[in-house]
């Protein structure tokens, strides 16, 4: 009997912890996202579905923006992440494990931070743009802070450790002998990595794309430091109605749409990429 | 030639299985080396070898591990490249020549078959880097699939196979492209005995079907006595002997074949008056033997005696056989046969296999543990041991 009872104590801190942080504070949010009422007043339940509409209605064009910037900071994050994590895994020999370290090292310094550094490294004056501008190579007028580029690529930059690990995860467990199996079988180079190691490796693309485009899409931090005002992101909407307008039923109804719009997005994309089946190669 | 082998033992030039003709080998390797750098240091993985492998031969690479022989195969595949020295297929010079350019085709230890693929998938990949068409590669996958008995299971992943399921996948994967030889590195040594012994049978059913030449490593003597045509035994980077099973089983002709290939006696001794025929033999223990190969006086000799060539006697035997007289230590009965170890004055052991043609229920006493008896054996069972060919390590 014991025994028997023993995995479900074993699970029991992981689901009071699950039930009090999460289940809690979202049953919480889902009633305050239909409520009517101010901070002064009081907010009282209404079943309140014009906070939603609202939601949509005003901000659809933050959260799009920030959906294209997600997207466009995962996609940069692969270009950049899948041959830094194939090199480690294929090339590094027994210096892995520095050079992951190398990787990780910046990101011992906390997020903001690391923000700001871009910010100072990227201003319109600073040492990039400013050397460049002083040697004639760009016009005096180029800016790179406050546009959608800096935004992208300081969310590219912030998130690409959550692309390489699992990719790098993925090729170092992978039996390397089926690179000279596929050779042997007259594949060359680059048929043998389109062909065998792309499509094993795809596994930890999607999870890297996962951990990559959900916190990107709802990020704040880099809009506010390195965007402008036309760079809003949703996540800047929802912390201002919150924190500073004190709307807390636009602002969990507007966390609402985003994690909905996100679900969706994650569903369809393990559609397209065809990710059971490949889990279940995996799993065996 | 320079062919370490040669000097030890004169294999004929053709195997059983491969054509009388002056055909050119379907693989030789001339003077290939290959050391590898691990540091300051540089390792020899492949001495110095001269090989050639005759079309339709089964062909082994016998030797314990880091004896070379996997390092030699992948050199034929082309993953290795030798560092002197010469690779051919079929006469043409492929040394510099990429795997995926090379008519050869691999079965990997591992199966190495493609994770994310279906096994028709898997068997089909040589063929449509190849452009045959789609026709053609589905017939060929059906007729592949057949011949391993896996006909019905091409949707299947790797995944959901056996070990030796997957094995045959790999192997039809392999076959399919039809290649100018077959190359397996130790592909059954990941199944279990039942299975392995089942597919020794197969793969040889399967080589003769096909009649393509077939290249294959392995540690397992018993494999590669059963399934080849011919085998090297490699020791060290060097082959140490090249021959039929049957040769290198009943003449071998180093310390190192003679105690890797199945069990055998090693005696010490001093040469005697050589006749023309043969000589005695002096052991250390003051006893003597004859043996049927030529020895010069005084001269120092090994030999070795296979236990099953020894017949185990109360009565003196006659005097033209080798006898020695010992003291049992230990009999082993095993059914059909009894294993005897017999200790001479000087503590040497010598093992010895009887067939058990009497009923031994009853008696048997006199060659119990403890009791005194002859060992006796013909004179051309005796066999002279040379050292490892040059660079080899030596065997204590």
């Known amino acids: ?284 | 030639m320079g062919d370490p082998v040669t000097a030890t033992t004169e294999a004929p030039a053709t195997p059983t299985a491969g054509p009388k003709t002056e055909a050119v080998p379907a693989i030789s390797l001339s003077g290939v080396t290959k050391t590898f750098h691990s540091g300051r240091e540089t390792i020899t993985a492949v001495g110095h070898l001269d090989l050639d492998i005759e079309a339709g031969e089964f062909f082994s690479l016998l030797g314990p591990s880091g004896c070379g022989k996997t390092t030699t195969m992948r050199m034929i595949a082309g993953f290795e490249e030798p560092t002197t020295g010469v690779v051919r297929l079929d006469g043409d010079d492929v040394t510099d020549v990429a795997p995926n350019h090379r008519d050869v085709n691999m079965v990997f230890q591992s199966y190495a078959l493609f994770p994310h693929l279906s096994v028709a998938e898997n068997v089909a990949f040589g063929l449509k880097r190849k452009k045959v068409k789609a026709a053609e590669i589905k017939r060929r996958i059906d007729e592949m699939l057949e011949l391993v008995e896996l006909g019905g299971h091409g949707k299947r992943k790797p995944s959901q196979l056996s070990g030796g399921q997957r094995q045959r996948v790999a192997l039809a994967r392999a076959l399919v492209n039809q290649p100018r030889a077959l190359l397996l590195d130790e592909p059954l040594a990941a199944l279990d005995l039942k299975l392995r012994q089942a597919m020794q049978i197969e793969l040889k059913r399967i080589q003769r079907d096909i009649g393509i030449t077939f290249v294959y490593v392995t540690h397992d003597q018993g494999e590669a006595l059963t399934m080849s045509d011919r085998i090297a035994v490699m020791n060290g980077g060097y082959v140490e002997q090249l021959g039929t099973p049957a040769e290198i089983y009943e003449h071998p002709a180093t310390r190192f074949v003679a105690g890797f290939i199945g069990t055998s006696n090693l005696l010490t001794g001093t040469a005697a008056n050589p006749t023309s025929d043969g000589a005695e033999v002096r052991l250390d223990c003051g006893q003597h033997v004859l043996i049927g190969q030529r020895l010069t006086e005084g001269e120092r000799a090994d030999l070795t005696v296979r236990p099953e060539k020894i017949t185990i006697s109360t009565d003196a035997p006659d005097a033209g056989l080798s006898r020695v007289r010992g003291t049992v230590t230990d009999t082993v009965y095993l059914g059909s046969s009894t294993h005897y170890t017999v200790r001479l004055d000087d503590g040497t052991e010598i093992v010895v296999y009887q067939q058990n043609a009497r009923d031994l229920s009853a008696t048997d006493v006199t060659t119990g543990r403890g009791s005194e008896v002859w060992l006796s054996w013909r004179p051309s069972h005796s066999y002279l041991l040379s050292d490892s060919p040059q660079g080899g390590p030596h065997r204590a």
């Open chain 1, 1 to 284: 009997m014991r025994r028997k009872l023993t995995p479900y104590l074993l699970a029991l801190p992981g689901w009071a912890w699950l039930a009090l942080f999460f289940i809690v504070p979202i049953a919480g949010m889902v009633s305050l996202s239909l409520t009517s009422g101010n901070i002064i007043t009081g907010f009282h339940q209404t079943f309140n579905i014009g906070n939603y509409t609202e939601a949509l209605n005003l901000y659809s064009e933050q959260l799009f923006r920030s959906l294209f910037y997600g997207l466009s900071a995962t996609l940069i994050a692969i270009a950049i992440g899948y041959p830094a994590a194939y090199w480690i895994a294929f090339k590094a020999g027994k210096h892995k494990s520095t050079y992951l370290l190398l990787l990780l090292l910046p990101f011992f310094v906390s997020f903001v931070l690391r923000t700001i550094s871009w910010k100072f490294t990227l201003s319109d004056q600073g040492i990039v743009l400013g050397t460049l501008k002083n040697i004639g190579l760009l016009p005096t007028d180029f800016a790179v802070l406050n546009t959608a580029p800096a935004v992208v690529l300081g969310l590219a930059y912030n998130f690409l450790p959550f692309m390489v690990l699992p990719i790098y995860a993925v090729l170092e467990r992978m039996d390397h002998r089926v690179v000279e199996a596929a050779h042997d079988l007259y594949a060359s180079r680059l048929q043998a990595f389109l062909r065998v190691v792309l499509p094993i490796s795809l596994p930890g693309v999607f999870a890297g794309g996962l951990m990559t485009f959900i916190p990107t899409t709802a990020d704040y931090v880099n809009a506010t430091v390195l965007g402008g005002p036309e760079t809003t992101m949703i996540g800047s909407i929802i912390q201002t109605q919150y924190l500073v307008n004190n709307d807390y039923p636009i602002a969990a109804a507007i966390t609402f749409v985003l994690m909905a719009v996100l679900l969706i997005g994650i569903f369809s994309y393990a559609r397209a990429l065809g990710t059971e089946r490949v889990m279940e190669v995996q799993a065996k």
